[in-house]
């Protein structure tokens, strides 16, 4: 099963991931959707100093958004935020110093934000796919700490944040490689079997989904999404799947093209006529699972995902 689900997402990505399948989408894109003045509202943009975070951090500040980068390392956050200032003539660039793999760090600056600000947006980007199994200091898996615990974190210690806010939106950059797995409860840190980067990568992916539509079901006032950027050509890519960049590195898609849905999502108006919850690709909906791909979660395994995060979450909170 497993082997056909590879096969059938791949020639899928060689179709809708790469550069030509971006272009393709983009005929139907809206240009209007993008122009908008964000002056007054503020963003969090975790992993904002590279990539596919830097390039929506960079076009929010074109659009005089405030942008708060999260970052965990200050050198390459001071250098991006300088380049984002530079490039958008706004001023209103914040860096904070956070490692999203770091539970307690997360929550710290989650509560004290909440505490003495309003959220509009909320892009949960940061990301990595390690492929040997590595511990945090807190003894946790470091892709379950970063991709899926780091990030139920911060949105929930953000919650009350984005509940000040009118028009309030949180973008989860998720991955079409989601599509791959079927969320496997029993294992969050993938403890049993021989450990495959790739395969925690795409579970963490699968758990920010299912995250997305139950943070949906509950916050009726906040308006949620996850969303595929494609294959971007990004410093990630290059160093946790050099094989692959290096096969396919002349189809990739520019780090912009990778970030456009998540700038839509952020700021387009008509981003929000879509219901809450969604997953998109290229400005729309798409499906969750593959033809036949037998993907689904039960709503049960969902509900121990969800207390199985809240228990863990709760051990870390200051
Ligand atoms: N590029 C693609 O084709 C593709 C496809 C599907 C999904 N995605 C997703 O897109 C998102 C952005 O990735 P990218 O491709 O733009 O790669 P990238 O350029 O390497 O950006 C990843 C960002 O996440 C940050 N980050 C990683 N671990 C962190 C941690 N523990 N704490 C704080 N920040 C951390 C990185 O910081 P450092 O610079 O300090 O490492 C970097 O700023 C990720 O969630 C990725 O899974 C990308």
């Known amino acids: 099963m497993s082997f056909f689900r590879n096969a059938v997402w791949f020639v899928k990505g060689l179709q809708e991931y790469t550069k030509s399948g971006y272009e393709a989408a983009a005929k139907h894109f809206v240009a209007a959707d993008l122009e908008v003045n964000l002056s007054g509202r503020s963003f969090i943009v975790t992993g904002a100093n590279s990539g596919i975070g830097k390039a929506a951090a960079t076009e929010i500040a074109i659009r005089g958004g405030t942008v708060h980068m999260l970052c965990r390392n200050k ?126 990568y795409a579970q963490n992916k699968r758990q920010q989904v299912i995250l997305t539509e ?10 949620f999404s996850s969303m595929h950027p494609g294959w971007a050509d990004t410093p990630a890519v290059q160093s946790s799947m050099p094989s692959f960049h290096a096969k396919m590195q002349s189809k990739l898609r520019t780090e912009a093209m990778g970030a456009d849905t998540v700038v839509w999502l952020a700021v387009a108006a008509a981003a929000v006529k879509q219901p809450s919850g969604l997953f998109f690709q290229d400005r729309k909906p798409v499906a969750t699972h593959l033809p036949l791909a037998f993907s689904r979660s039960t709503p049960q395994e969902e509900e121990r995902l969800l207390a199985a995060l809240e228990e863990l979450a709760l051990k870390f909170k200051p």
């Open 75 to 200: 050198g390459r956050a001071e250098a991006a935020k300088q380049e984002i200032v530079e490039r958008s003539k706004n001023q209103n660039i914040h860096v904070h110093i956070v490692d999203m793999s770091s539970a307690r760090q997360v929550w710290e600056f989650g509560l004290s934000f909440s505490q003495n600000n309003a959220l509009h947006v909320l892009i949960n980007n940061a990301g990595c796919m390690v492929n040997q199994r590595e511990l945090t200091d807190d003894g946790l898996e470091k892709n379950f700490a970063t991709n899926t615990l780091g990030t139920y974190i911060l949105t929930s210690a953000l919650i009350p944040a984005l509940k000040k806010a009118d028009d309030a939106r949180v973008i989860t950059v998720s991955s079409g490689g989601m599509l791959t797995q079927k969320l496997n409860v029993e294992d969050l840190q993938f403890e049993k079997g021989t450990f495959d980067g790739t395969m925690a």
């Open 214 to 223: 139950r943070w949906a079901a509950q916050h009726r006032d906040i308006h």
